[in-house]
């Protein structure tokens, strides 16, 4: 049985260990430069944008986390949310923690009126994928992920008028 419930600061350390362990999953092990200052400003301070979820056992063992924010639906006219991470600890794959986190984020969704619960998934985490669709999930067919990112996004931004920069922010 998994138990879910909100991250405290005291998971930051807990989340951050487990956001690098997926980043070596994930083929990137050199590409978090999180820390802990910027994962509790994120997750705690003032007004926080982003949101994590705990997963623990029967015995209160942290097994797995939910990190999210909102995103918007122009079409729809309301939020959704959109999941950033999700990881289960090796160890305690199949227990129904990962499904425990979806199902939360889903519940939360319907409860606020959201219209939609989405994320991205490595085209090659087939067990992932499986999980996905067996759970009702579906690949957004015709649809690509874009990033801009370092120096293309400096030098893009950089190329941005004074009026775009003012309009941007204000």
Do not use: C
Not at 33 to 59: Q, W
Request: overall charge negative; hydrophobic content about 45%; charged content about 20%.
């Amino acid at each position: 049985m998994s138990v879910i419930r909100p991250a405290t600061v005291e998971d930051v350390p807990t989340i951050l260990r487990m956001i690098h362990d997926l980043a070596i999953y994930e083929k990137e092990p050199d590409a978090v430069r999180n820390t802990p200052e910027l994962l509790t400003e994120a997750l705690f301070g003032e007004n926080p944008r982003v949101f994590a979820n705990m997963a623990s056992n029967d015995a209160g063992t942290v097994q797995g986390f939910a990190l999210w924010f909102l995103n918007y639906s122009t079409w729809e006219g309301v939020h959704g949310i959109y999941l950033e991470d999700l990881y289960v600890v090796p160890d305690a794959r199949g227990e129904g923690h990962g499904k425990a986190l979806l199902q939360h984020l889903a519940a939360t969704a319907v409860e606020r009126g959201y219209a939609r619960v989405e994320w991205s998934v490595l085209d090659w985490n087939e067990p992932s994928i499986k999980f996905y669709k067996n759970l009702g999930a579906f690949p957004m067919e015709e649809w690509s992920t874009f990033r801009l990112t370092g120096e293309a996004l400096e030098a893009f931004g950089a190329g941005a008028s004074n009026g775009n920069k003012a309009l941007a922010h204000g």
